[in-house]
């Protein structure tokens, strides 16, 4: 799969680790390996052109990542996305190098289909797999958390569900009796914080994550400084992490570290990845729609008096106003300080412009927008400034989802939360998708979303009238 950005913690993973060098060699073995495999199958030679093609492959898979969610669905989309891509850069590459008619027919059409199911089936074993592994040739690494609070238990959680970080919870310590901590397991308790240091040089751990209050400063300060005697790695996690961060990172200013809690992922060679992206497939896009596009216009002009495009204020970037276009579907144009949001049966709708938003082809004079830079083809969806300033009192984080230029089409939208949120609760979950896009954008994901758009629209959810 390719990413531009791995989204799951490293947790003290060091870079030469053995699970850190299997998950980044995934990937690339498997996809290499059905290669191999495929021509091996139809009697033709691993040389020249195969030899130069597996190059290519490593070079687009490594270093592979971790899949975004564990259930069966998640990692096949991913796995699906991400190969779709690979594919789709190496199939213009040959075009491009007229190097096409070097490989057999038969070879690449079983290599591409093969791949998925390949790489499918090798992150749904891997959990089961790769903690045995290590374990028996005595690789996996030993951690011990200082803190049994709400925090270290969600941490010590996010390892178990890691299985490629190759790291065993021991246990905990802490100053509290087990009594006072709820939901903690009987016997995961090792001690108090001043036997800490004793633990960690009698039973070889190698992680220690501190992740006690920042108001117990003196307690840490004590217990870094008993640690200094062991060989064990330390890492302090703040209790800042139990807060909703969008896209938190650590950066410094002069030597002196930072901590982004809310930020946009288009930062650096992310967004210039993202924008390249959005002008390229919206200027191909208009290309292949304009035809679509004269034939709507004339289609809305003759249902109903008014202009063609409707032009709203909506909140693009940073919370700045911007004009979007859409096809007229409406009797009225509203942009004023109240506006109603289009209901079943609501008189307002034009016959034809009925048909355009059940289908979203109202929307499609939005790629406009995009290479204006005032959008983005994937991103969370643009609602009128009279909703905006209603929800943003009503909706805790509602403004962040305007770290982003809107989009076209969003994560909410192929989730089922397309067309009218009459009520708080819809407009919350929403609000809810567009956040976990946030947090979790990729090239990759925006790919997934724009595939599945299509099927939404092809659907006619009921919501979109």
Avoid at 109 to 138: D, K
Avoid at 257 to 286: H, Q, Y
Avoid at 323 to 335: C, L
Wanted: hydrophobic share 50%.
């Amino acid at each position: 799969m390719i990413a531009t950005q791995d989204t799951h913690p490293r947790l003290g993973q060091g870079p030469l680790a053995p699970s850190a060098l299997f998950r980044m060699l995934l990937e690339a073995l498997v996809a290499v390996g059905a290669l191999a495999a495929c021509v091996a199958w139809f009697g033709e030679r691993f040389d020249g052109p195969y030899i130069i093609l597996a190059l290519l492959v490593f070079s687009l898979t490594f270093p592979g990542r971790v899949p975004r969610g564990t259930s069966a669905t998640a990692i096949a989309r991913d796995v699906l996305s991400g190969w779709v891509l690979a594919v789709a850069l190496l199939l213009m590459l040959g075009w491009a190098t007229r190097t096409l008619g070097s490989f057999d027919e038969r070879v690449l059409a079983a290599w591409v289909a093969v791949t998925p199911v390949a790489l499918f089936a090798a992150h749904l074993a891997t959990p089961l797999v790769l903690p045995r592994v290590l374990a028996a040739e005595g690789l996996q690494r030993v951690a011990i958390v200082a803190g049994a609070g709400s925090l270290g238990r969600r941490l010590a959680e996010r390892i178990a569900a890691a299985p490629y970080l190759g790291i065993r919870v021991a246990g905990y310590f802490d100053d509290r009796a087990p009594s006072r901590l709820e939901g903690l397991e009987n016997g995961r308790m090792l001690g108090n914080l001043g036997q800490l240091a004793e633990y960690a040089k009698k039973h070889r751990v190698d992680l220690i994550y501190v992740t006690l209050p920042m108001a117990s400063q003196p307690r840490i300060m004590k217990l870094l400084d008993e640690l200094h005697d062991t060989t064990a790695s330390v890492y302090f996690t703040p209790d800042i992490f139990i807060f909703d961060l969008i896209q938190g990172r650590m950066d410094s200013i002069g030597g002196i570290p930072v901590l982004a809690v809310c930020e946009t992922p288009f930062s650096g060679m992310n967004g210039v990845v993202k924008r390249v992206s959005d002008l390229v497939l919206g200027a191909l896009i208009l290309a292949l729609i304009s035809p679509i596009l004269a034939a709507i216009a004339v289609g809305v002009k003759l249902s109903s008096p008014g202009p063609v495009l409707f032009r709203q204020r909506r909140y693009g970037l940073d919370g700045r106003e911007i004009v979007v276009y859409k096809f007229r579907s409406m009797t009225v144009t509203e942009d004023g300080p109240v506006v109603r949001q289009a209901t079943k049966n609501d008189a307002r709708v034009t016959r034809f412009g009925a048909f355009l938003r059940r289908t979203s082809l109202d929307e499609l004079p939005q790629f406009i927008n995009v290479l204006q830079g005032r959008m983005s083809i994937v991103g969370p969806r643009p609602h009128a400034v009279a909703h905006n300033e209603m929800y943003r009192k009503l909706i805790k984080s509602y403004m962040v989802r305007h770290k982003v230029r809107p989009g076209i089409t969003g994560w909410a939208q192929v989730n089922g939360l397309r067309g009218e949120t009459e009520t708080v609760e819809k407009m919350k979950a929403r609000i809810e998708y567009d956040l976990d896009y946030l947090r979790n954008w990729s090239l990759g994901l925006d790919l997934a979303i724009i595939w599945k758009t299509i099927w939404v629209v092809l659907k006619k959810p009921e919501t979109a009238y």
